[in-house]
Nanobody, 123 residues
Framework: QVSLVESGGRLVQTGGSLKLSCAAS????????MGWFRQAPGKEREFVAL????????YYADSVKGRFTISRDNAKTTTYLQMNSLKPEDTAVYYC????????????????WGQGTQVTVSS
């Protein structure tokens, strides 16, 4: 299967920027749907962003549109989440996810998850 390892999370001030990375294993990485979810303290996991390896199509949660950008480097088998104009409500553990085909914002439909990386936005 696919192994995912997130990195890049840290403490950042409101209005700042941060770039998360997700290193993936797997021979078919280039055609996988890759994405990001997040989970704030005491909250359920919520959808953040998706990227199709086959088409380049992206999809974002309304709460992050215009501020976050998902991208990937197939040569490095790495997916990124560029986060700008960060707000305290962005504070959460961010998880990288992978799926063979099809977009979905339902976390229960993703087979592969990373361990998570903590992002804390101070006010």
């Amino acid at each position: 299967q696919v192994s995912l390892v997130e990195s890049g999370g840290r403490l950042v001030q409101t209005g700042g920027s941060l770039k998360l990375s997700c290193a993936a294993s797997g021979r078919t990485f280039s055609v996988y749907v890759m994405g990001w979810f997040r989970q704030a303290p005491g909250k359920e996991r919520e959808f953040v962003a998706l990227h199709s390896g086959e088409t380049g199509r992206t999809y974002y949660a309304d709460s992050v549109k215009g501020r976050f950008t998902i991208s990937r480097d197939n040569a490095k088998t790495t997916t990124y989440l560029q986060m700008n104009s960060l707000k305290p409500e962005d504070t959460a553990v961010y998880y990288c996810v992978a799926r063979r085909l099809g977009f979905t914002t339902n976390p229960s439909e993703y087979r592969h998850w990373g361990q998570g990386t903590q992002v804390t936005v101070s006010s």
